[in-house]
């Protein structure tokens, strides 16, 4: 199929692999860390510092990561975050052996990680771009979000069941060899990338400059930036999710540690069922249109899943939620990967990721209290969220259709001269 030809890339194939197995680190980790704050705090506001204590310094070291990713090899990027999540990871269980485990270690190691993991994330985004073809981007970060989804879904069900069986020690050693296996897949695209020349002598008045010429270029570009804008409501409304899942399962459908793996998967098929929609859809010329209807329905997800009844329902809702959020988040990347040039990729994804970062921080901070509070209410004002992305895309969405009325007009006049 010619929508699959992104896999006769050698180089795509083991970003494909990296992804995935990092991918099913990231969700065994959340949800053990999960876990370990419901067990042991029973707080949603204690979750919600928890998730923000992973987002603050990744939010201001996003501008600066941002250069770096431009000007270094990527795969030594992600091979070095790699290795630091392993360390942070596999320090947990042997804390616990040598009966060293204390709340503040605990807290450390998730910061680090987490250090980490948000340079990593717009990193290997910035990869697909020097990976694929411009008429590749969409199936590209198509079927990247299936990996994410595959590696979520998997996560989910491995975690709850290890967790089940064996604890949480043994889910988080688990969870920290995948990130040596990552090591391991991202060694061969070392070869693809490499730093630009002005990397080694990098001044700070010309790394702050850099980072100046990046903002001013988003600003600039009206497409692109009401589309970033757009995408970056992906990571909040899922951190935030995450907040209230846990306490979701144990206080309003009386679930365990299984049940909480079952739902969480939910929303992996769901985006994986998104990613193969995304991938058919992939030709479309009113990707802006569909986005608009992408965030609607999650919006209204979210009040169905708020309301279920049960483990049943509540896997329905959250699949669907899974497929809605799943557009969005395909639907708004590829539009930005469709307008940025590749010059400014790095410095335009760590851009996103720091406005997602903050959202996040932002919605945590505020969701959680209303949580400690009443569950469902909190529900209804995340998805209340979603007027932002959706004023964003319409915005966008108008800008798309007026440059491509002038283009017409243009290419009118110059075939009646």
Not at 4 to 15: D, S
Not at 251 to 271: F, M, P, Q, R, Y
Request: a positive charge; proline letters at 3%.
């Amino acid at each position: 199929m010619s929508r699959l030809k992104v896999f006769k890339n050698r180089h795509f194939n083991f970003f494909f692999l990296a992804t995935l197995v990092g991918l099913l680190g990231e969700g065994m980790f959340t949800l053990a860390t999960l876990v370990i704050m419901t067990k042991t705090t029973g707080s949603v506001i204690a979750i919600g510092y928890m998730l923000i204590l992973q987002l603050t310094p990744s939010l201001f070291l996003s501008p600066f990561a941002g250069v770096l990713i431009d000007r270094i090899n990527n795969a030594n990027i992600a091979i070095w975050c790699n290795l630091l999540r392993f360390l942070c990871i596999g320090t947990l269980p042997l804390l616990t052996y040598l009966g060293a485990f204390s709340m503040p270690l605990f807290y450390l190691s998730v910061f680090l990680n987490y250090i980490a993991w948000y340079i990593l994330a717009p990193t290997t985004e910035s990869m697909l771009k020097k990976i694929l073809k411009e008429d590749e981007y969409v199936y590209g970060v198509s079927l990247t979000e299936s990996a994410w989804q595959v590696g979520l879904l998997s996560a989910a069900l491995f975690a709850g069941l290890f967790m089940k069986m064996w604890g949480v020690d043994v889910t988080l050693i688990i969870t920290a060899a995948t990130y040596l296996l990552g090591v391991a897949l991202f060694m061969p695209l070392k070869g693809v990338y490499a730093d630009r020349p002005q990397a080694a002598s990098l001044s700070l008045t010309a790394y702050f400059n850099d980072m100046k010429e990046g903002w001013e270029y988003l600003v600039n570009h009206k497409k692109m930036f009401y589309f970033s804008l757009a995408s970056a409501i992906s990571l909040p409304y899922l951190m935030t999710m995450n907040v209230l899942i846990s306490p979701f399962n144990y206080n309003l459908i009386n679930g365990n540690e299984l049940t909480l793996g079952v739902i969480d998967s939910a929303a992996g098929i769901g985006s994986l069922i998104s990613a193969a929609i995304c991938i058919i859809l992939a030709n479309s010329k009113r990707l802006p249109g569909l986005l608009l209807g992408s965030i609607l329905f999650t919006a209204l997800s979210t009040y169905l899943f708020a309301a279920s009844p049960n483990t049943l329902w509540a896997f329905f809702y959250y699949l669907l939620l899974g497929l809605f959020v799943g557009n969005t988040k395909v639907l708004s990347k590829s539009l930005v990967f469709t307008y940025v040039h590749p010059d400014y990729v790095g410095r335009t994804m760590t851009a996103i990721s720091m406005l997602s970062l903050l959202l996040a921080i932002v919605s945590c901070w505020a969701v959680s209290y209303i949580g400690e509070i009443d569950l469902k209410l909190a529900y209804y004002a995340l998805a209340g969220t979603l007027v932002f992305p959706l004023i964003c895309t319409w915005l966008g969405k108008r800008r798309v259709e007026s440059d491509s009325l002038v283009h017409t007009q243009q290419r009118k006049a110059v075939s009646n001269d």
